[in-house]
């Protein structure tokens, strides 16, 4: 069974300051990786995926197999990036039955 | 673009009465899914469905059951709802075989049972 752990609820730091969101798993194969976001009064929408190596509004995230981590960064937070952030995980191949995390608030101050 | 609309965005209902709560979506996906938002708990999955009249269970199906007649539209079902029972329910779609893990959300279903 797979399993996503984001082992903090809540991140608050001020305007430009740099954002790291802890995701670890748990899952025996080569699982797929993601972060989706939600801001407020908006829908859940995927903010990025470790298969692209992609960098989305100053996002990045790298997948360490070793450490089974999948941590998302920004070196310099904007009062726009305040939301809600899951980490999920996708067995290889499956057809995107993704698993959650509980989720992580990310509160930017001016 | 794509779009997911669950029909309801609020209701409240009482014990024991039965839920029908509605998603469509207008991409000729494949894959539908029901999820529970809960705070401190994230996205559980309920349901699943990966073509008409198909369904799998999730983590926790219990309580609820789903249908999906056609394509575009799968319902989940709540056939006597209880308090424990009250929280945000999302519906999202996605393409099968999608190794992009892309799912495409609707903007929930803020259910409360007293």
């Known amino acids: 069974a797979q399993r996503v752990t984001q082992p903090e609820k809540l991140l608050s730091v001020f305007k430009g300051a740099p954002v790291e969101l802890k995701c670890n798993y748990s899952?025996?194969?080569?699982?797929?990786l993601f972060w989706y976001v939600q801001y407020s009064r908006q829908r859940l929408q995927l903010l990025l995926r470790?298969?692209s190596r992609e960098s989305i509004k100053g996002f990045t995230a790298d997948l360490n197999k070793g450490e089974t981590s999948f941590h998302l960064k920004k070196p310099f937070a904007q009062e726009e990036d305040s939301a809600m952030y899951y980490c999920?995980?996708?067995?290889?191949?499956?057809?995107?039955?993704?698993?959650f995390g509980k989720g992580i608030t990310l509160s930017v101050r001016p | 673009d794509v779009k997911v609309t669950q029909s309801s965005r609020y209701l409240v209902k009482r014990t024991g009465e039965k839920v029908f709560l509605e998603c469509v979506q207008d991409?000729?996906?494949?894959?539908m899914f029901w999820y529970r938002q809960d705070p401190g708990l994230g996205l559980r999955l309920i349901y699943f469905?990966?073509?008409?009249?198909?369904?799998e269970k999730g983590d926790i199906p219990e309580g609820y059951s789903v249908s999906r007649e056609k394509k575009e539209r799968f319902s989940l079902i709540l056939e006597s709802a209880s308090t424990n029972q009250t929280s945000m329910y999302l519906c999202?779609?996605?393409?099968?075989?999608?190794?992009?893990?892309?799912?495409?959300f609707g903007e929930g279903s803020r259910l409360t049972v007293l």
């Open positions: 999202a779609s996605s393409y099968a075989g999608a190794v992009t893990g892309e799912l495409f």
């Open positions: 899952y025996s194969g080569s699982p797929e």
């Open positions: 470790h298969i």
């Open positions: 999920a995980l996708s067995p290889a191949g499956a057809n995107s039955k993704l698993t």
């Open positions: 991409m000729d996906h494949e894959n």
């Open positions: 469905s990966y073509d008409v009249k198909m369904k």
